[in-house]
């Protein structure tokens, strides 16, 4: 079983920053493509960012240009640091792993932007 941890989320004003942690409990190197997904109250999980094993990163339209994902194989840790944080962007935060084998989640972080 993998199991994922993320950290770093709290509260913050309006164009503020925070940076989340998602650290794994095995070696990354071999995951085929780690993410960040969000959800909040009455709504559905989202999208926001994925990186692979090659390092290629994507995102989706809402974050393009504030939100950043990386990765530390070294530190089995993937990051998402966040910039120009929204009131929209209130929600609370989850770390995916897709393995070849099978997926797992984290459990997630909550992140509040206040207006």
């Known amino acids: 079983q993998v199991q994922l941890v993320e950290s770093g989320g709290g509260l913050v004003q309006a164009g503020g920053s925070l940076r989340l942690s998602c650290a794994a409990s095995v070696s990354i190197s071999s995951v085929n493509r780690m993410g960040w997904y969000r959800q909040a109250p009455g709504k559905r999980r989202e999208l926001v960012a994925l990186?692979?094993?090659?390092?290629?990163?994507d995102y989706v339209d809402f974050v393009q240009g504030r939100f950043t994902i990386s990765r530390d194989n070294a530190k089995n840790t993937v990051y998402l640091q966040m910039n120009s944080l929204k009131p929209e962007d209130t929600a609370v935060y989850y770390c995916n792993a897709d393995f070849p084998t099978a997926t797992y989640w984290g459990q997630g972080t909550q992140v509040t932007v206040s207006s």
């Open positions: 990186i692979t094993s090659g390092g290629i990163t």
